[in-house]
């Protein structure tokens, strides 16, 4: 079957224990009717118990559930999951075993890329150029350019055009008092949807910056500095997220109408500026930290917006309803 493949996919390799972060958590992992069988049946009464404590039902489904820091209840304190460690690969339940790759079979193509919660992706995203290849039905792969990608080409390249226009805008300070404002309501809508999931943690410094009053003078002058250190520095990280996630957001939602998902791409963008401004004036600074926006903490961003926007359904909904009423 012909295919559109996200350059990532054929190169990927899980950190495993060395990961950063953890496939399965802020989001609630289902277990299928097959997977339950399978645990049902484990051989092995001490980890077949433990699977199956750890299992709870609501809705008519079953899911795996969450510590208080939002892990799933099989992770033990290396990061690895018990059930892989113990059973093999095979034996996790669909969810699982296909993170964080992304498929869906659509318009006569098979669609793949890779989700950003993964570190790996985000390293992707972060340090290399975002390439795409075609498979043909004898399974020959070659690169395509951006604008040969079927039926979103155009948006791809649309939304391109209205980054380079953002970033290359010159702005009164009018402009940054407006821009504040609208960081500061974004900031305090998606507070209220964390704070209502029981599924997300609060990332240290995130919004923290909205939560005090600024002076005009003083909030001109950090988001000049701001906007230019993103400029010099990476510009590329948000270019890459506009390509990467206009291609990953039409597999996830593919009836999804342009403009939806033109808002919820920039959403997203605006979402991953504001936390890195907010943690670099009230975790870098103020620790007087030169560096602190670095790639790692990129990855960082972009692992926790991502969980929040495409994993769970309560806060992807939620946050997508935000999105379309900027």
Known sequence: MKGIILGLYNNFSCAAGSCTSTCCSGWRIEVGNEAFLRFVNISNQILREDILSNIYEADGKRYFATKSNGRCSMLDNDGLCRIQKNLGEGMLCNTCRKFPRLISNHNG?????MAASCPVTADYIINSN????????NGNISVIDIQDIPFISAGILEHKKIMEKYMSAIRRPQDYIFMYKSFMDMADNILEVIIESHEIQYLDGCFDYFQEEKNAEEIVSQFMEFENIVKTKYR????????YRTFSRYIEMPEEMDISRLKQVFGELAFIYIVEFSRYYTLGKCNEKEEFVDSYDWRMVINWVYRLCA??????????NIFMSL
């Open 236 to 243: 590329n990280i948000l270019e890459n997220y506009i390509i």
């Open 109 to 113: 193509l098979l669609w793949i890329s």
């Open 130 to 137: 975002i390439e795409f290849y075609m498979v043909n039905n």
């Open 311 to 320: 994993h769970g359904l309560y806060t992807r909904d939620k946050i997508h």
